[in-house]
């Protein structure tokens, strides 16, 4: 929901930069919110930072713990590099207490006080301290204490209308211990924000965080990844691409290669998306990193991200073929980065690409391959939507994105783990091919949205030169089907005598097509 003056509002930052982009600003101060999630989904650590956030501000702040020894938050809080000498943090349960018979009959404890005398002294330290941002953890023992469903209400209730009055942010903690289905807070507070945790079969556990209401206020809905590590919370906003674009001029991307460009139209288009399609060992990778190194040579950098095969195995293969990979690495013009798909949810991987080329101003992004991104992905469904909002936002930004997809099978009939050919706007096919006792290579493009490109089906070869193409198979038929019938007569390009590369090559230096 949108406010009318929603852009004159001020808000109460949360100390964490992607929360405060999913709440369009933060929480509007002088309201109480609820953060909810099961025990480990990251609650306190949230908590923490909102309050450490208003420390920080020069704000007094209240951290208010009914579960919790202070000296637990200390260590918590220690663990991310912070010290909460700043902050106000009062024990509704202190630990020794519990062993001091004289205050039997006062201790704050769930099983043994009265609701109202808790209440009460919430309330004392919140009139002792006067703060602007407030933490109430956990509500599960005040739960506990109401026993009823009506009189937690109430005395929810109760509690926010305390809280008005003094004109304090307050963020509430709930470890998802009611009743399946009870929203009786959920319609109390001014915002909801859930935190989850998701288990895979295999890999880390994911995290995510949605809101579920906020009156008044417009958010950004849907699901959002975050991770915790040392330093706190990292939020990663879902992406939209619409919200971002910027001016660009296209033009062609020639690889500098005359038979490739050619087949190409002339080259891929600047500012659009190319997916290279074809089973294992055809030549995407390095198809792909041969638009990387052009882009450099035009005085460009490149971003290199590599799900699936390990760097040093990458860069010395890569070597062998006469790229110098480590090279350009260290020269600045290659931003080189493993992605492991088991431990970087989908969230996380669109932050990382987005960072780096709005950073290093990256005009050339390589996804090698999209089978990788693919696992980091609960659903197939889901990879379509995150592919398409991360090349729509990659195409405003004026960066060319190559995309490979390994097909299942070798040669006859393959289908790809998953079809976005209809998202990129450009097509490379690979095929292997057999002729004459011999696998060869085959390159095609099946698609191209902007201009015309070659409708014909070449044979390259890789070798100590690199890639290198020959001329268009007019005489073949079922090429890309992977066993094709030879309708011409024998031809120096088939000849057994010279090895396929040599033959290659030998044709592609008339025209320079030796990359």
């Given at each position: ?511 320079g097509s030796v990359l």
């Amino acid at each position: 929901m949108t406010s009318p003056n929603s852009q004159t509002k001020t808000y109460a930052k949360t100390g964490i930069a992607g929360l405060d982009e999913v709440l369009c600003g933060g929480f509007s101060p002088g309201h109480v919110f609820l953060l909810e999630g099961e025990p480990g989904a990251g609650k306190t650590t949230v908590a923490l930072q909102f309050v450490l956030e208003g420390a920080s501000l020069g704000e007094k702040t209240l951290y208010i713990t009914l579960a919790e020894s202070a000296a637990e938050l200390r260590q918590s809080a220690a663990s991310h590099g912070w010290s909460l000498d700043d902050l106000t943090l009062f024990e509704v349960v202190t630990p020794e207490s519990l062993l001091d018979r004289e205050h039997q009959q006062s201790l704050l404890y769930s099983s043994d006080l009265e609701l109202g005398e808790t209440t009460k002294q919430i309330f004392d330290a919140v009139d002792r301290v006067k703060p602007a941002r407030v933490v109430i953890d956990s509500l599960s023992e005040i739960r506990l204490l109401a026993q009823s469903s009506l009189r937690y209400r109430r005395q929810i209730l109760a509690i926010k209308h305390y809280f008005a009055k003094h004109n304090a942010t307050v963020l509430m903690l709930d470890d998802l211990t009611a009743e399946e289905g009870d929203k009786t807070v959920h319609s109390v507070v001014h915002g909801v924000v859930r935190l989850e945790e998701l288990v895979p079969n295999y890999g880390a556990e994911r995290r995510r965080l949605r809101v579920l209401k906020y009156r008044g206020q417009r958010y950004r809905g849907g699901h959002h990844d975050f991770t915790i590590a040392t330093g706190g919370v990292q939020i990663f906003p879902r992406l939209v691409a619409s919200e971002h674009r910027k001016g660009f001029e296209r033009h062609k991307l020639p690889t500098g290669n005359a038979a490739f460009d050619a087949l190409l139209g002339g080259g891929a288009d600047g500012g659009s998306s190319t997916l290279i399609l074809g089973p294992a060992g055809t030549g995407k990778s390095l198809i792909a990193i041969v638009f990387a190194m052009a882009a450099i040579a035009r005085g460009e950098k490149a971003a290199l991200f590599i799900f699936d095969e390990e760097i040093g195995l990458l860069a010395s293969r890569m070597k062998q073929l006469g790229i110098d990979l480590d090279g350009a690495a260290d020269a600045g013009h290659l931003m080189i980065q493993q992605i492991d798909a088991a431990e970087m949810s989908p969230g996380e991987f669109a932050h990382q690409v987005r960072a780096t080329v709005d950073s290093q101003n990256i005009k050339t992004v390589i996804i090698d391959s999209l089978n990788g991104y693919q696992a980091a992905m609960p659903e197939e469904n889901e990879l379509v939507l995150h592919v398409h909002e991360l090349l729509q936002y990659l195409n405003r930004q004026g960066a060319t994105t190559f995309m490979t997809v390994a097909q299942h099978g070798l040669v006859g009939n393959m289908d790809a783990p998953l079809d976005i050919t209809y998202l990129a706007d450009t097509v490379i096919l690979l095929r292997y091919f057999e002729a004459f006792g011999e696998v060869r290579r085959a390159v095609s493009v099946i698609k191209k949205r902007t201009g015309e490109h070659e409708l014909t089906i070449r044979e390259f070869s890789i070798g100590a030169n690199g890639l290198a193409l020959g001329e268009p198979l007019v005489k073949f038929h079922g090429v890309l089907n992977g066993v094709p019938s030879y309708t011409g007569a024998a031809s120096p390009l088939l000849e057994p005598q010279q090895t396929n590369d040599d033959k290659l090559t030998s044709l592609s230096a008339k025209s320079g097509s030796v990359l």
